[in-house]
């Protein structure tokens, strides 16, 4: 198979992540009010890490412990980007989270470019000053105050691009079945901590709530983090960025389809600018990612 077929191969994966978790951001929003968002990070990673020990729980043992320990704490640092997610879809809307999120399409060549010491191209650049300008008319309202939700929101998106970075080194020399496993663990690990320190156990979960933490961690953690870790082998960091940042369509569109979120004037101007600035950023010359 030739390199290009399999880069093809990767992102057709990666884009498939990218509908997914536009999707889990609409099923969020509805299950956080029934349940508190740190126990559903916590239950949502539970049912995640049960469904990767089932498949691949037997070679996650087998790992060498530097491997399960790079995977532990990955899994660690995306739980963080969900458990901000989460808690910001309290003060924000699902389409506002998916393009705040999509920004991590420009800063992971940037980051990238910082820590080969080169300079990015200039279209990057220019598809920051886009996002960022995307960024601020999400983020302020009309009084140019800014909501807390957006802030958490960006947050989340500085750790999602903390991730990518870290999945890109890790997948290249590990088992990717079996780091999904550890990540799992790191997850759920995390959230569980977070929730019992500052939250009240819930005293009774209505079964749709039940419902959204089945589907969010079985489709929206397990079956993500496997086609992940498996296409970031076939395609580079900045590729994956750029097509992830295609659940900011997928979420405002299907926030809009079935929970009835608004389009004013300010979220379409502003979310045509961040979709600007991604196309600027995967139009970059001599290829934007790194391996």
């Known amino acids: 198979m030739g390199n290009r077929l399999r880069m093809m191969l990767g992102d ?24 508190t968002p740190l126990w559903f990070c916590a ?6 890490f049960a469904a990767t020990a089932v498949f691949f729980g037997r070679r996650a043992v087998s790992m060498p412990r530097a491997a399960s320990a790079a995977g532990f704490f990955t899994g660690a640092v995306f739980i963080l ?16 989270e998916s393009f ?30 886009l996002c960022v300008a ?11 105050s800014v909501n807390v939700g957006d802030l958490l929101c960006f947050a989340s998106m500085l750790l999602v691009t903390a991730y990518i970075l870290l999945v890109q080194k890790f997948v290249k020399s590990a088992d990717v079945y079996a780091l ?7 997850g759920m690990t995390l959230a569980a901590a977070a929730a019992l320190i500052f939250e009240p156990m819930p005293s009774e979960i209505p079964y749709t709530a039940w419902a959204a933490v089945a589907y969010a961690g079985t489709v929206g953690f397990a079956l993500t983090l496997v086609i992940q870790n498996v296409a970031q082998k076939y395609t580079t960091a900045t590729h994956t960025a750029i097509l992830l940042s295609m659940s900011s369509v997928f979420g405002r569109v299907l926030g809009i389809v079935f929970i009835e979120e608004p389009m004013t004037p ?3 101007t502003a979310s045509a600018l961040i979709l600007a600035g991604v196309i600027t950023a995967e139009l970059a010359p001599g290829g934007t990612g790194n391996k």
């Open 134 to 144: 995307g960024m601020a008319g999400l983020m302020l309202d009309g009084s140019m």
């Open 12 to 35: 057709g994966g990666v884009l498939t992540v990218a509908f997914i978790w536009g999707a889990t951001n609409v099923v969020l929003r509805g299950a956080l009010t029934e349940l």
């Open 266 to 268: 300010r979220i379409f």
């Open 180 to 186: 999904a496993f550890w990540q799992a663990l790191g």
């Open 81 to 96: 980007a969900h458990i901000l997610g989460a808690i910001a879809l309290l003060f924000t809307t699902a389409g506002n």
């Open 43 to 48: 239950l949502r990673f539970a049912v995640a």
């Open 100 to 129: 705040i999120i999509a920004m991590s399409v420009v800063f992971v060549p940037l980051a990238a470019a910082f820590m080969e010491r080169k300079a990015p191209p200039r279209r990057v650049i220019a598809s920051i000053a």
